[in-house]
């Protein structure tokens, strides 16, 4: 088996060839002057690890042309799912988009594994798939650290919980309430952060508006020092100038989206998975 760097996850793919110990192919990308994409790929092996994260629908047309040029049994690495949000229709008409780009990933693909892809909602969409948890890492990095774990909200709690209860230490979420029409109160559901230092947790961290509205509502509440940690941090219109400008302290991410806060490997992770999928 060889596998294959792209362009969206050259370092976590290295990493992973090296966990797993499989030889990294030989490829080129190359844009066109009008923008169309070339891939070229040198490999002679009937079985490849395509590692390849959806941040861009560059990466999917990337997917579709490698999977024209590869031969023989495909398993696709795709770190951080794109168009997972997108995982029901709101107003008549709309594209499910997850669905559609299930429909089309698993046309070649034996096996498609990925990393806390948001919802059980867009998992559904999957027939081939398996999908990793990284928030037990987020605790492993945060071990023994004096510290309280907050979720923005109830609707993400319980993958808080899963990371406080790796780090050994206490969670909450914050909870809105609505006072009246101009007025909502935002509080810890449970748990004082006065003088506490506090890390909010999420899957994702796209724009940042509500990691900001937290941070801000935290400090207010007393604590002492924030910082936020995610699985994927997509950090999308300047998200980590706002983060940093509202007083978080440190922004940690692992790497399925490659930034320079991807300070946890999913590589171990990934590898333990591909291994398994191969027996």
Not at 177 to 194: G, L, Y
């Amino acid at each position: 088996m060889d596998l294959i760097l792209t362009p969206s996850s050259p370092l976590l793919g290295k990493r992973i060839a090296e966990e797993i110990k499989i030889k990294i192919a030989r490829v080129q990308f190359k844009r066109f002057p009008d923008g169309e994409l070339y891939v070229r790929v040198d490999s002679e092996n009937s079985e490849h690890l395509v590692v390849c994260s959806l941040t861009s629908s560059d990466d999917l047309v990337i997917l579709k042309l490698l999977f024209d040029t590869l031969k023989g049994e495909i398993i696709l690495v795709v770190p951080y799912m794109g168009y997972a949000r997108q995982d029901r229709e709101f107003m008549r008409g709309e594209a499910i988009s997850i669905r559609a780009i299930a429909r089309n990933l698993e046309e070649k693909a034996e096996r498609i594994i990925t990393v806390n892809i948001h919802s059980e909602k867009a998992k559904e969409n999957f027939k081939k798939l398996l999908d990793l948890n990284a928030m037990p890492l987020i605790g492993k990095y945060y071990k023994e650290k004096d510290l309280i774990m907050i979720s923005p909200d109830k609707g993400s709690a319980e993958r808080v919980k899963v990371a406080a209860k790796v780090a050994s230490c206490d969670w909450d979420w914050l909870e809105k309430r609505r006072i009246d029409a101009q007025t909502v109160e935002i509080s810890t559901k449970r748990i004082d952060v006065e003088n506490k230092n506090v890390v909010i947790v999420d899957d994702i961290i796209s724009t940042g508006g509500t990691v900001v509205e937290a941070t801000k509502k935290l400090y207010e509440l007393g604590a002492k020092r924030v910082e936020c940690a995610c699985v994927h941090a997509v950090l999308a219109d300047f998200a980590a100038v706002k983060l940093l400008s509202s007083g978080i302290a440190e922004i940690v991410a692992t790497d399925t989206v490659e930034k320079i806060f991807s300070k946890i490997s999913v590589a171990e992770l990934v590898k333990e998975a591909v291994l398994e999928n191969l027996k």
